[in-house]
């Protein structure tokens, strides 16, 4: 069955994966980013040629009206929304705890976890059935930082990833009666982008020996079990975090 899925932060890493290869499946995208028109308007090509359709969509996740406006501009093109990946998210340079600025820990609890929120908000309004939607799925994007803690390098980043495995459960509690699925989704070391943010464009390479499998994953590798979990393949579960870690 085709569906309509918007995807947060799709411009680049695991968010593109996970946008091209619901192309594949012949499913329509809208692709959020922040700032990189062109990363942005290069998934939607890769959509296109991939069998689906997409449309970039400009927009902060942690600015409520941009929230809104997107699953507007996703709904206007395609109809109404099958399923949302909660997937952008960031990280600061890697530091301690004693030498982080507000700024820096707001601006990573803004995103990753009040930008969460009013994403799957946004989505609960729209997708629950006693509000006239049709149900759904969302997947939240967590990190096994939540299981490892990150320490002297992004504890705020860790505690923001393990909020999203507490919402993950309690959501799924409060929407599985309205037809929505919830799940997460939570990567080891993955080769993207997001390990410059951190001063280490090289993190995955040379981290990625010391994992179990030998090496970093890829973001098509994480892309498949989200694409999975938005798919009807997945109907009972619900409440699950899946690790998409290499053994780590
Ligand atoms: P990435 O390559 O750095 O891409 C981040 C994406 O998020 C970009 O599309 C970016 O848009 C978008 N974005 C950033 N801030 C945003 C905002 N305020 N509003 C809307 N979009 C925003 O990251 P990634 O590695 O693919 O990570 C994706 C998710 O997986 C994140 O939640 C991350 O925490 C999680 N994760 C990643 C890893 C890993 O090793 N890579 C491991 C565990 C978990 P622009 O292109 O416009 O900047």
Redesign the pocket.
């Known amino acids: 069955m085709s569906k309509v899925i918007l995807v ?9 994966s996970a946008a091209r290869i619901s192309g594949a499946r012949g499913w329509s995208v809208g692709v ?5 028109a062109k ?2 308007a290069e998934t939607v090509a890769e959509v296109e040629r991939a069998g689906g359709r997409a449309i970039p969509i400009r ?4 600015a409520e009206k941009d929230v809104i406006a997107m699953f507007d501009a996703t709904v206007r093109a395609f109809g109404p929304i099958d399923g949302v990946v909660n ?5 600061g340079p890697a530091t301690t705890l004693a030498e982080m600025s507000i700024e820096r820990m707001r601006q990573i609890f803004d ?2 976890i009040l ?1 969460a929120y009013l994403v799957a908000r946004e989505a609960a309004r729209r997708m629950s059935r006693s509000r006239g939607g049709k149900g759904g799925v969302i997947v939240n ?5 939540a299981r490892l803690g990150s320490p002297n390098e992004f504890v705020d ?1 860790a505690g923001s ?1 393990g909020a999203m495995d507490t919402f993950t459960i309690g959501l799924s509690k409060e929407l599985g009666p309205e037809g929505i699925r919830v799940n997460a989704v ?10 410059a ?1 951190a001063g280490k464009p090289d993190r ?1 390479h040379t981290m990625g020996k010391l994992m179990p499998l030998g090496r ?1 994953g890829t ?1 098509d590798e ?1 892309g498949e079990a989200i694409v999975w979990l938005l798919d009807d393949a997945s109907s009972y579960v619900s409440g699950s975090i899946l690790d998409v870690a290499g053994g780590r």
């Open positions: 947060t932060g799709g411009s680049r890493g695991i968010g593109r959020n980013y922040a700032d990189n990363a942005a927009g902060n996740v942690a997937n952008a998210g960031i990280l995103v990753n930008g994007l967590s990190s096994a930082a980043y990833k939570r990567p080891g070391l993955i080769d993207t982008e997001i390990h943010a995955a970093a973001a994480v």
